[in-house]
């Protein structure tokens, strides 16, 4: 079967759903998280911590945008990149947001500055702990759910409410 025949035509896909894919890496050196806090002048998430990562590039998969994000975001170099999970995100516009979800540890600690945001070395027992940081709505459901152990890849679908509040629903493990 050729590339003309997988159904990704304009006419085939004109009434379907489409997403825009993306990563999200949660970077670990022994006991600390790597996590941005967004800059102010960011359209998404002004001032929230978020992990690092971004859009994929037409001719990436999700292992090596995330790679190629982690190196951009921060300068480092990763090693024991695992798949997480996927959340399938509809903020209620035509086109949504499929997010591949890794972690990865760091082989050192020292990162460049980004015009993303700022890098913030914190403590993962810490950040799992609080309630007062100013994470991305979603982290404080995803970040135990990677970080437990026995923790297995997961299959989430967000969208939010009429309260403009998250709903994260994942998918039963079989």
Same mark, same amino acid.
């Given at each position: /079967?050729?590339?003309?025949?997988? %159904?990704?035509? !304009?006419?085939?896909?004109?009434?379907? =759903?489409?997403?825009?894919?993306?990563?999200?890496?949660?970077?670990?050196?022994?006991?600390?998280? &790597?996590? /941005? @806090?967004?800059?102010?002048?960011?359209?998404?998430?002004?001032?929230?911590?978020?992990?690092?990562?971004?859009? &994929?590039?037409?001719?990436?998969?999700? &292992?090596?945008?995330? +790679?190629?994000? +982690? @190196?951009?975001? !921060?300068?480092?170099?990763? @090693?024991?990149?695992?798949?997480?999970?996927?959340?399938?995100?509809?903020?209620?516009?035509?086109?949504?947001?499929?997010?591949? +979800?890794? @972690?990865?540890?760091?082989?050192?600690?020292?990162?460049?500055? !980004?015009?993303?945001?700022?890098?913030? =070395?914190?403590?993962?027992?810490?950040?799992?702990?609080?309630?007062?940081?100013?994470?991305?709505?979603?982290?404080?459901?995803?970040?135990? /759910? +990677?970080?437990?152990? %026995?923790?297995?890849?997961?299959?989430?679908?967000? !969208?939010?409410?009429?309260?403009?509040?998250? &709903?994260?629903?994942?998918?039963?493990?079989?």
């Amino acid at each position: /079967m050729g590339a003309k025949d997988q %159904g990704a035509d !304009s006419q085939a896909t004109q009434q379907r =759903w489409q997403v825009v894919p993306r990563t999200l890496c949660f970077v670990t050196h022994g006991e600390d998280i &790597l996590l /941005m @806090k967004r800059g102010p002048h960011k359209r998404i998430f002004p001032g929230y911590y978020n992990g690092l990562g971004g859009h &994929l590039e037409r001719d990436e998969d999700p &292992l090596t945008g995330a +790679i190629r994000e +982690i @190196k951009e975001e !921060s300068g480092l170099t990763v @090693k024991n990149v695992q798949f997480c999970g996927s959340t399938h995100v509809d903020a209620g516009q035509d086109t949504g947001i499929l997010l591949y +979800i890794f @972690k990865a540890e760091a082989t050192t600690r020292e990162v460049i500055e !980004s015009d993303e945001g700022t890098l913030h =070395w914190l403590s993962l027992a810490e950040v799992l702990s609080r309630d007062d940081l100013l994470l991305v709505e979603d982290l404080p459901i995803v970040l135990p /759910m +990677i970080f437990r152990d %026995g923790a297995i890849p997961f299959f989430a679908f967000v !969208s939010y409410d009429e309260n403009d509040q998250i &709903l994260f629903r994942v998918a039963p493990s079989i």
